[in-house]
Structure formats: C-alpha cells, structure tokens
C-alpha cells in the first residue's frame, strides 16, 4: 500500500513539474509580445493556460496543451492530448491525439487520431475515424472509416465510405463512394455512385452514374445512363443495348443469355442445358464482349466467356472460350450470330473428355485426373435486341 500511495504521488508531482515548465516557458516566451496575435499560448485545458479566459479571442503561432486547446485562430502549429478548438480558422498543422475542430478554413493540415471537422480550404486532413468537412475541400483527406465534404479537388482515401458533392480527383474506399454531382476517378470495395463521370468507376459489386466518360469496371453490375465502356457481368444503360438470346455450340450446350452493354462493350450472363451428357447437364456461362465494325445490318463480336457444367454431384466441368462470330439484323430488332471459337478445356470427368473428340493439344495431371486441353470450336443462335 505504501509502495502504490508513493508512486502515485511522485507521479502526480511530476505532472506538476511538467505543467510549471511549460508555462514558465511560455510566459518567458509570450512577455515580449503584445497580447493581441503572435503568441505562444501552453496550458492545460481551459482557462488552464498562458491566454486564461481571453483564450477563445486570441490569435496564436504555437500553442501546445497537454489536454486541450482554445483559440479564435493558429497562424502555425498547434499541438494537444486530445483535442484542438479554434473559432476562426488556422493556417501551418494542427496535430491532436483525438480530435481537431476548426469554424472556418484551413491552409495546411489536420492530423487527428480520431476526427477532423472544419469547413474546408486549402489543406488536407489525416484521421483514424473520419474527416467532415462543410465546405470545399482543396486537398486530400484519408480517414480510417469515412471522409465527408461538400466538394474536393484532390483525392479521398477511406477504409469504408466517401461522400461528397463534387470531386475533382480521385475516390479510394473500401465500401462506397458517393458523390451526389460530378466525379473523376472512383474505385471502392462495393460501390460507387455519381451523377456524371468525367473518368472511370471501379467496383467490386455496382457502379452507379447517369453520364460516363470512361469506363465502368464492376465485379457485377453497371447502371447508367449513357456509358459505352461498361465491363461488367449485367450493364443496364439507358442508351445502351440488350439482348436475350438462344444459343448452341459445339458440345450440344444450350444457353438462355442475356447480353447488355453500351455501344461497344458489353456483359454476358446465362443459364442452359447440355443435350450429350448423362449426369453433367446443367450449363451455366459468364462473360464479356465487344462490337466491331457495326453498321445498320452488320457487326463482328468478339466475346471471352467462361462456361460450367454441374450435376451438382463429384465432378467438374469448365471451359474458357474465345469467339468470334459475325452477327446480322434479319429485323430491328432481331439478329443471327454465330462462328468459330478457341476454347480450353479444363475437366476431372469422362463425360466432360467425351464432349469433343478432336483436341489440338491435351495436357493430364500425373497427381490428379485433370484433362486439360485446347481445341477449336463453334457456336452460333438467335437475339432479340430491346
């Protein structure tokens, strides 16, 4: 027990110590200046400090609190244990364990361990949670979960989401970015979503924009309003195309898909039935596509597409394809396509090797039952285009 009541009292008493100096220091620092801007302002926590009450209504260049800190605005560096507040705005970087809070504009930097709110300005933000931000933004801003602003000219970095309303520049996020106007470059773990992209979007799941200028790359799906360079799975684009076909090829695999895309690239998904197979009979096939030389009645489309055949039991069935195959109008709206395709097998069972007989070349696992083999194919069907 004695051990422990003196260890805290000789802690204690050092926190004293510490506190005397710096405001020794500061008062020794602050007595050749004039009480209204430029000075050197350490303290505690307020009215803990060298500028007392009259804390709020003054201007610094530095100021260091163990605690926390009021000003009415920092022309240089300002430092605290948990938090800085100042009215006005602040010009240099202002460091906080926890929490920056600035009224007005910034020039410089916010680093916080936690948050960062000010009303934009010329300066970037770094906090472990998240940066809000109420006006405009000419920076960068990296927050752990989440940067909010009204716009950037610069770039956002979030672990989870970015919301903005303009953003000049480009958004990083491990969930979603919003942007509610315009936006640059967007790449998010889930989504992204904007009114018009002067760019490209890049999502693990959805892209969401009315106007893009570049490309939308989504693990799934693309929504627009006008887009020519989506790559995605399912691409609904207003001014776009769409397609529901019945196709076949080479192995008896017949395929209900659904083709959608803008003018140039386009997104396959489908379902079907193979007519050799005993056991492996359920088909399924994903892909991507693209048009070439398109006139009113003519174009060639080349398409790279992964098929699947399940019996949902022991066994596996996929082949990658590459075709090509001219597709003509015989209506509006209803077109005919087919050619050749190269294609590589990759089975484990007999069915899956008996579906074609002629092979280029063939490669077998010696540690396994792999048949894996490269061989030239065809396909072809019908579309109807809405």
């Not at 430029?38 to 007392?52: D, E, Q, R």
């Not at 300005?121 to 752990?144: I, M, Y």
């Not at 929504?223 to 076909?245: C, F, H, L, R, T």
């Not at 597409?305 to 949902?312: D, H, I, K, R, V």
């Amino acid at each position: 027990m004695n051990f422990t009541f003196y260890k805290i009292n000789t802690q204690l008493m050092a926190l004293k110590a510490i506190t005397c100096l710096l405001l020794s220091i500061a008062g020794l620092s602050a007595s050749g200046q004039n009480k209204a801007a430029g000075k050197i302002h350490v303290g505690i926590i307020y009215p803990l400090s060298t500028n007392g009450s009259h804390a709020a209504l003054d201007t610094n260049n530095l100021s260091i609190h163990l605690l926390a800190g009021i000003s009415a605005s920092e022309q240089g560096a300002s430092f605290a244990g948990i938090s800085n507040i100042v009215r006005n705005g602040t010009k240099g970087f202002q460091f906080a364990a926890f929490s920056n809070h600035i009224g007005k504009q910034v020039e410089g930097g916010l680093f916080a361990g936690f948050l960062n709110t000010y009303a934009g300005g010329d300066a970037f933000a770094v906090a472990g949670f998240s940066n809000v931000a109420t006006a405009d933004v000419k920076g960068a801003q990296f927050a752990g979960f989440a940067n909010v602003s009204k716009s950037v000219k610069g770039a956002q970095f979030a672990g989870f989401a970015n919301i903005a309303k303009t953003v000049k520049g480009p958004q990083f996020a491990g969930f979603i970015n919003l942007s509610k106007k315009d936006a640059a470059l967007q790449f998010a773990g889930f989504m992204n979503k904007a009114t018009d992209v002067k760019g490209s979007q890049l999502a693990g799941f959805i892209n969401i924009a009315k106007k893009v200028k570049g490309a939308q790359i989504a693990g799934f799906i693309n929504v627009a309003d006008s887009s020519d360079y989506p790559i995605g799975i399912i691409n609904i684009v207003k001014n776009g195309e769409k397609g529901i076909g019945i196709s076949t090829d080479e192995t008896l695999t017949t395929m209900l898909s659904f083709r959608s895309g803008g003018k140039v690239l386009y997104g396959i998904i489908g379902i079907g039935y193979n007519f050799k197979n005993t056991d492996e009979v359920y088909a399924f096939e994903a892909g991507l596509g693209a048009h070439f030389f398109q006139s009113p009645t003519f174009r060639l489309n080349a398409e790279i597409a992964g098929t699947g055949l399940e019996s949902f039991k022991a066994g596996e069935y996929f082949k990658t394809s590459f075709r090509l195959m001219p597709a003509f109008k015989i209506s509006p709206k209803l077109e005919i396509f087919g050619g050749p395709s190269v294609n590589y097998l990759n089975t484990n069972t007999f069915e899956g090797r008996s579906l074609n007989k002629s092979y280029i070349n063939t490669w077998e696992n010696k540690w396994g039952n792999n048949f894996q083999a490269l061989y030239i194919g065809y396909g072809g069907g019908i579309q109807y285009l809405f």
